[in-house]
């Protein structure tokens, strides 16, 4: 189920928000299978909208060590989360923000490094999306996605802006 709420206006004016947010699962079997050299391109600039990024990456059996998001293919700055116990973590929790054009894009949580091989993840997001200078903000909650990962695959969700955001 997705849903929608709006800060500072009613639930009427929140229905009228237009904007798509469409959760795929699965396997990214594009991402880069080298996690030591994440590529820093900047991020396509919108007309001041941004989009922050809450998500978590949870292991059903074996552990993660490092992980990041990825958005439109390109690691988000400070949004890599490495585990503090050497031997791996359940669970990783990830946060980054974007600024972002109209337009069809993806998020994809990346693991770049875990015990063993193969690992089980239940991965979750939350999307917040505003405009520059605004009071108002749309938060998306995406549709939980179960995958099996291995070091430098990752699990994409796919959101959709259109202009009418706030």
Do not use: W
């Not at 890599?80 to 791996?88: D, V």
């Amino acid at each position: 189920m997705k849903r929608s709420t709006l800060y500072g206006r009613s639930a009427r004016r929140a229905l009228a928000v237009s904007i798509c947010a469409v959760a795929l699962t699965g396997c990214d079997n594009t991402a880069s299978l080298n996690p030591a050299a994440p590529s820093f391109q900047p991020l396509t600039l919108g007309p001041g909208r941004s989009v922050e990024i809450f998500a978590s990456l949870a292991a059903e059996q074996g552990s993660c060590m490092e992980a990041t998001i990825l958005y439109d293919g390109v690691e988000v700055p400070g949004a890599r989360a490495e585990c503090a116990n050497a031997n791996g973590c359940v669970r990783l929790d990830l946060t980054g923000a974007a600024r972002t054009a109209t337009g069809r894009h993806t998020i994809s949580l990346q693991v770049l490094s875990q015990s063993p091989e193969a690992v089980d993840y239940l991965a979750t997001t939350t999307i917040l999306v505003s405009r520059d200078g605004s009071s108002q903000s749309v938060t998306l909650p995406l549709e939980p996605s179960r995958a099996t990962l291995r070091a430098g695959q990752s699990v994409r969700f796919e959101v959709h802006f259109q202009n009418s955001l706030p």
